[in-house]
């Protein structure tokens, strides 16, 4: 036995001192239009400043060490493969991936979102093995849900910042009530400009800000005929700021495209992964949640108790949920209304060179075998695609739970990001996520999830805005979103994607009539 | 039927070409021939053979005359080869059974691609040089590449496809350059008829069968004719390969025209990878890339022997080689690219990267109708990761992973492939992936029916939109396809071709054949101004007394259809 040993010494510490003089690859991200300084691996949330990112650059130090050749390096945003938009070339320290306005042009399509980006780096070197690296760049400002804000940087300033409005009213769109021909509003906050000689436009009315940052206050009437109050900030090199308050005009309102058919809920929540070594930690409310959901959803909601499928704990395996999502989703025809709302885990494999995958976890889940025990991200899509045939479908993930130990992903978790991603090209389709990329899903001193809170709340009819006696998605996912981020101080911030709400048509979807 | 007599032509090209010049080891064996001696010995043999054919060449006019004969017909059996392969260019879209592809014939049908190796290429020659030459890429799945003395370096979609990067690609095309810049098939010719000079002069036949075999043996580089064929048997044998490619004809597209495999002997090989070194460094390409060139090459020979090293020579070259370009990076071209890395060297553009994924898909399709499973898994897991919207490449990709998957995630991610296959199709022309896809959700525990039978469907209604839409199809560019990729980067993503007015087409033949038929002088005024002023040249033109029978609209190419 020791004699074994011996032989083999030498020979270990000869391959430790082997792999010990290899120079780890670090990955670096650049963001020269905002930053001077890189970003590495232990600064993977970046605030950005609200202006499109037209420039970046990814380094992989030491890559020349580990033979990593440059075709090899893939880099996604937000799930999309991008790597033909990058020019690589080798410098001194390692390669260096660089991306600017020239180089975009082989992509047409909206890469980036305005809010929030999820950008990865998986690059293999010839021995196969995969270094991963990934980053959430969120744009900054305080944004009230329900307003729209757009920022436009002149061409004369390409490193201009539009100026920033901070409004401390209104606060929600105003509401003109039934009979009522106009009303008088205070628009209040504060302009602040890195370019001073700020024209501030509210409504019809010009007002001049000359310093860095001022407040202003002025009075607007609004009427029946006005569907929004429009403010726009433009500073001394022509940088522009536009909010759009929407106004909520009740009473001659034509009528909604409410889905006039049947009302299905696919309501999943699982709080234990079963008793194998190395399962997945139980989640203690996520059961009890999806249970008082399903339950208000009959009872508050108008959903029949036929029509809705609760899977929870060892009923929500991952056949089962192939089976809801796939024959159950299937029942909702074009006209019916469609909720699927999953309580429960969502996994970022933390198993080196895996990292690049996310899971959602059913009863059951193992992490040796995910492609068998877990659901792919692709496999839900894939599910629900083929089977959904309602034009009026809301998805609603309260998946990203904090999780410690083996399971622990080594970085941000970008599984709120990658859900979003995945059904936000779909036609009649919502998605509302419990918080942003990297967030976790905080729970109440009761021990319920803040975010489930709110959304049952929300169905009851607090988020009924207008006081239609009909709370559509816009409201209840802008109502959640306000309440959570506000309940947590900002940490968990849920994120939506509504199909062509600017458009108006999904959004007066009814997800229920408010009591 | 037609695919195997094409294989099996395949194989007789083969055999008669250069590359497979181990045959003639074996046949020594056979004979009883001496094997090889010391290598070394036997360079040095060849090499005062080659000192010999020069000094000849410069010193004595007959046998200058002689070479310089000789090397004209080389080039004009060259510009035939060249000539052929330019005039015979063409892609269709073809099926056999539930897959749809384009194939490439003769030269990879894909101006963009074949335009971006060319710009690689011109930016390698020296500004100073007078010669012209032109890079294209030609459909083959195995990795060569091969250099006429036309000043055409053709590359293969195979060779392109392994390489990792702008870089490394550059340094092919620019190895393969100076074999041209430094003449090398006139080296060849001088040689050859400095062997045979130099037989005469030693006046012993079967010392110089002995003495080729043994260079042969040697791997220097000169074994490239089949035995008893001499050094200049490597052009004779590689000719007769081509014009047997031609007459084989209309074979499956890439193995029509079987490049020249020709491999340079050291000296060659050495002043063409000095010039190459300085040529990608001039073109601040990264030099320091080439030895990893030549690991990846390596490592994909050893997986799959038909990847060959067409380009490399032999194994133990390779390893010198290797060996020299690390010297140079380390010793002679160190302050060069110390200072030059200061700017930072080109690895790959991102237009490079773009093209690859086409490139890549393209030649992973061929590799995977070639059973080269491994280049073809290579190739298309490529082609999705650098961009995830290309049906084919998922399509393809799908079915490498279905076909040797062995564990449950190679067949999870066939699954995955095949949907995105069928995600990305948004002009319904991947039926197959339907198919396939319906097959394995088949296979789930309690697997939903409604889903299955849709695919089904979609598979059988898309393939016969195929079947209705071919006639018209067939009107329209082979490279529609890539059209369609133009459309959606300028904009327009719905794009379809719009088929020509086939009813004022027909009333314009009807015109011009009733114009000849009666012989009659063109109507004046014409009847109406779009049909008549069209027509008139053409009516003016037709020959005297022709019959009756109508004029025909041109022929339509076929698209290939195999069940």
């Not at chain 1, 399509?109 to 980053?135: C, H, I, M």
Request: net charge neutral; proline share 6%; aromatic share 8%.
């Amino acid at each position: 036995m020791i004699k074994r040993a011996v032989v083999h010494l030498p020979l270990l510490l000869f391959f430790t001192g082997a792999f010990a003089q290899e120079a780890p690859i670090r990955i670096q991200l650049l963001l020269p239009e905002f930053f001077e300084t890189p970003f590495s691996g232990d600064r993977s949330l970046i605030e950005v400043p609200e202006r499109p990112i037209n420039r970046m650059k990814i380094r992989l130090l030491n890559s020349a060490e580990r033979n990593l050749s440059t075709g090899t390096i893939n880099v996604w945003v937000n799930g999309s493969a991008i790597s033909n938009i990058f020019d690589s070339r080798n410098v001194a320290d390692g390669t260096e991936l660089s991306m600017d306005a020239a180089t975009m042009g082989k992509r047409p399509d909206q890469l980036f979102d305005p809010r929030e980006n999820a950008l990865e780096v998986l690059a293999t070197d010839n021995r196969g093995r995969k270094y991963y690296q990934s980053w959430i760049l969120r744009t900054t400002g305080t944004h009230n849900p329900y307003f729209a804000y757009q920022g436009t940087i002149s061409p004369e300033d390409p490193k201009g910042v539009p100026p920033d409005i901070l409004l401390t009213s209104p606060l929600a769109p105003p509401v003109l009530k039934a009979g009522q021909a106009s009303a008088r509003i205070a628009v209040k906050g504060t302009c602040t400009s890195s370019n001073p000689a700020v024209a501030l436009k509210i409504g019809a009315q010009t007002l001049t800000i000359q310093s860095r940052s001022e407040g202003f206050e002025q009075a607007v009437d609004i009427r029946r005929d006005m569907k929004e109050l429009v403010i726009e900030a433009t500073d001394g090199k022509q940088n522009r700021r536009t909010i759009v308050i929407p106004i909520v005009v009740q009473g001659n309102n034509a009528p909604k495209p409410h889905a006039s058919g049947a009302k299905y809920a696919l309501v999943v929540g699982i709080s234990n992964y079963g008793d194998a070594k190395g399962a997945l930690p139980p989640l203690p409310q996520a059961a009890a949640d999806a249970g008082t959901l399903a339950r208000d959803l009959e009872t508050k909601a108008g959903f029949r108790k036929d029509n809705i499928r609760l899977l929870r704990d060892d009923a929500a395996t991952r056949d089962a949920l192939r089976i809801g999502f796939s024959d159950f989703a299937a029942k909702a025809q074009a006209d019916d209304l469609l909720v699927i709302y999953v309580a429960g885990r969502a996994v970022h494999d933390p198993q080196p060179g895996n990292n690049e995958k996310m899971y959602l976890a059913p009863y059951g889940t193992q992490m040796k075998a995910m492609g068998s025990t877990a659901v792919s991200f692709l496999d839900l899509e894939m599910w629900l695609n083929q089977s959904i045939r309602c034009n009026h479908t809301f998805i609603i993930f309260d998946v990203g739970h904090e999780v410690e130990g083996d399971w622990k992903f080594p970085g941000p978790s970008l599984v709120n990001n990658h859900l979003l991603s995945l059904f936000s090209d779909q036609k009649g389709r919502a998605v509302l996520t419990s918080g942003s990329a990297g967030e976790v899903s905080l729970a109440r001193p009761d021990g319920q999830s803040s975010f489930t809170y709110w959304l049952t709340r929300g169905i009851a009819g607090e988020a009924d805005l207008n006081q239609d006696h009909v709370v559509t998605a816009d409201e209840l996912f802008r109502f959640v979103e306000e309440k959570v981020r506000e309940e947590s101080g900002g940490r968990q911030v849920p994120n939506f994607k509504l199909p062509s709400r600017n458009a108006e048509q999904a959004v007066g979807d009814s997800v229920a009539p408010a009591r | 039927m037609r695919f195997r007599s094409a294989s099996l032509a395949t194989l007789v090209v083969a055999l008669s070409l250069p590359a497979f010049g181990q045959l003639g080891k074996i046949k020594d064996k056979i004979s009883g021939k001496q094997p090889a001696e010391d290598p070394a010995k036997n360079q040095l043999r060849y090499e005062a053979l080659k000192q010999y054919a020069t000094d000849k060449y410069q010193k004595d006019l007959n046998f200058r005359d002689d070479v310089d004969q000789a090397y004209e017909e080389v080039m004009r059996q060259h510009s035939q080869r060249a000539y052929d392969r330019n005039t015979s260019v063409s892609s269709y879209i073809a099926t056999v059974r539930e897959d749809r592809w384009r194939i490439h014939e003769n030269l990879y049908d894909n101006l963009v691609v074949q335009d971006h190796i060319n710009r690689i290429g011109q930016k390698l020659v020296p500004p100073e040089s007078e010669r012209a030459l032109a890079f294209k890429v030609i459909p083959d799945p195995t990795p060569l590449a091969e250099t006429l003395s036309t000043g055409t370096v053709y590359v293969s979609t195979g060779l392109i496809s392994i390489v990792d990067s702008e870089s490394q690609l550059a340094y092919v095309l620019a190895h393969e350059m100076a074999h041209v810049m430094l003449d090398h098939w006139k080296e060849r010719v001088i040689l050859d008829a400095g062997q045979k000079v130099y037989a005469d002069e030693q006046a012993a036949k079967q010392a110089r069968f002995t003495f080729i075999a043994g260079l042969m043996g040697a791997g220097l580089g000169a074994a490239t004719g089949l035995p008893g064929s001499g050094i200049g048997g490597r052009i004779i044998s590689a000719n007769q390969g081509s014009e047997l490619g031609q007459s084989i004809g209309n074979a499956v597209g890439f193995f029509l025209y079987k490049p020249l495999i020709v491999n340079w002997d050291q000296v060659e090989e050495d002043a063409a990878d000095d010039m190459a070194f300085k040529a990608v460094l001039n073109a601040n390409y990264d030099v320091r890339e080439v030895p990893t060139l030549y690991t990846t090459m390596l490592k994909v020979a050893t997986r799959d022997a038909r990847v060959g090293l067409g380009f490399l020579g032999s194994r133990r070259r390779v390893e010198q080689r290797m060996e020299k370009a690390k010297d140079l990076i380390a010793g002679a071209y160190k302050a060069e690219i110390d200072a030059k890395l200061k700017d930072g060297f080109l690895s790959s553009s991102a237009e490079h990267r773009n093209l690859m994924a086409e490139l890549k898909r393209d030649n992973g399709i061929m590799a995977y109708y070639s059973d080269m499973f491994e280049m073809a898994r290579k190739n298309l897991a490529d082609a999705v990761a650098i961009r995830d919207n290309d049906p084919a490449a998922h399509y393809y990709y799908a079915k490498v992973l279905k076909l040797v998957g062995r564990t449950a995630d190679d067949e999870k991610l066939a699954r995955d492939e095949f949907y995105k296959a069928v995600k990305a199709d948004t002009r319904d022309e991947n039926f197959g992936s339907h198919l396939h896809l319906a097959l394995m959700m088949a296979r789930d525990r309690g697997a939903d029916k409604n889903q299955i039978t849709q695919e089904l469907d979609a598979y059988v209604t898309d393939y016969a939109k195929l079947a209705v839409e071919d006639r018209i199809m067939r009107s329209f560019p082979p490279n529609l396809e890539t059209i369609y990729e133009y459309m959606t980067l300028f904009g327009d993503s719905g794009w379809r071709p719009k088929p020509p007015d086939m009813r004022a087409i027909e009333a314009e033949y009807n015109l011009v054949n009733t114009a000849a038929t009666t012989n009659a002088p063109p109507p004046l005024p014409p009847p109406s101004s779009a049909a008549g002023s069209k027509g008139t040249p053409a009516s003016a033109a037709a020959p005297k007394g022709t019959t009756a029978t109508p004029a025909k609209l041109p022929p339509i190419p076929v698209i290939v259809k195999k069940q």
